[in-house]
């Protein structure tokens, strides 16, 4: 298989049918009211009725309660939650869909890794700020990517600032499960753009 792809923070309904052409392996959509790319979990159910089965839905959560969860996967139909913040692993094992977690960013811009118990089943890189969890549009440290990876039991997805001019460059050094993509094929903050959908999911295959 090559490399996993995800195109994230999805908006609209015309977002959901582009990706739904260019076919990537999964799909994001931002469940955190302060995201310019966050969406109701209704809106999605209704977008997201004739969607691919084979492409991932995934929900992105900051330090989310156990109702939101729950709320969110049986409306939004997903089949994969991605959490930002502090979750306790009972927590994380409660869910009922797979989980992937962002690795929590250390002070020098690094990642700590996570409990040799966790069960989460992809560990996501992103170069997020104090404010701003993820889609911050900064490139992340991809030579201390490429070091985690080597060393992580978990799968790695790459995010931060990838775009379709990038990301080849970033799969070849670093070396990851998948790639992450959102603010990299937008025109404007939380406003895609179907041509750089495109070409960022081209980009990938062509490896």
């Given amino acids: 298989m090559g490399i996993f792809v995800k195109l994230c923070g999805l908006c609209t309904a015309r977002d959901v049918e582009v990706a739904a052409e260019v076919h990537p392996d999964a799909v994001g959509f931002v469940f955190w009211p302060p995201s310019v790319r966050a ?3 209704a809106d999605v159910a209704v977008w997201t009725q004739d969607f691919p089965t084979d492409i991932e839905r995934v929900g992105v959560f900051v330090s ?3 109702d939101e969860l729950l709320r969110a996967i049986e409306l939004a139909g997903l ?4 959490l930002h913040g502090v979750l306790s692993l009972e927590f994380c094992r409660q869910i009922p869909c797979r989980v992937w977690v962002s690795a929590p960013r250390t002070p020098d811009g690094g990642w700590d890794r996570l409990e040799t118990d966790h069960p989460a089943e992809v560990v996501v890189l992103d170069s997020g700020s104090d404010t701003m969890p993820g889609g911050t549009g900064r490139v992340s440290d991809w030579d201390r990517a490429a070091k985690w990876v080597q060393q992580s039991p978990q799968k790695v997805l790459l995010a931060g600032g990838l775009t379709p001019e990038n990301v080849q460059d970033a799969i070849r050094r670093v070396r990851p499960w998948g790639v992450d993509t959102s603010s990299g094929i937008e025109s404007a903050p ?3 753009d179907p041509t750089r959908m495109r070409e960022f999911v081209q980009r990938c295959r062509e490896l």
């Fill in 39 to 41: 969406v109701w979990p």
């Fill in 79 to 82: 089949t994969v939650v991605q």
């Fill in 64 to 66: 989310p309660t156990r």
């Fill in 190 to 192: 939380g406003r895609k």
